[in-house]
Nanobody
Framework: QVQLVESGGGLVQAGGSLRLSCIGSGWFFSDYDMAWYRQAPGKERELVASFTSGNNTYVIESVKGRFTISRDNAKSTVNLQMDSLKPEDTAVYYC??????????WGQGTQVTVSS
């Protein structure tokens, strides 16, 4: 059974840092594209960053230069390093896995709260 488990969320002051981690199990991790999404209260879920199986990375404009996505296929993990956090980064962050840009496996989510 494919599973994704996130960790690393929490409460941080604006300007601080958090590192989110996601570990996958039950499948060939290296074959899959991985991504981080987030959903803020009252808003739709949005893609934050992705790291494809072909080692292509992408981050949305609003977090460029502040967030870094990385993956370690040997450990079946994907991480999101978040620096210079802003209150508008407050959301539930989800790890996602899929192929060909279609993400259909999700973690349970981890809350990130940035206070001003």
């Amino acid at each position: 059974q494919v599973q994704l488990v996130e960790s690393g969320g929490g409460l941080v002051q604006a300007g601080g840092s958090l590192r989110l981690s996601c570990i996958g199990s039950g499948w060939f991790f290296s074959d899959y594209d991985m991504a981080w999404y987030r959903q803020a209260p009252g808003k739709e879920r949005e893609l934050v960053a992705s790291f494809t199986s072909g080692n292509n990375t992408y981050v949305i404009e609003s977090v460029k230069g502040r967030f870094t996505i990385s993956r370690d296929n040997a450990k079946s993990t994907v991480n999101l390093q978040m620096d210079s956090l802003k209150p508008e980064d407050t959301a539930v962050y989800y790890c996602a896995a899929g192929r060909w840009g279609m993400y259909n496996t999700w973690g349970q989510g981890t809350q990130v709260t940035v206070s001003s």
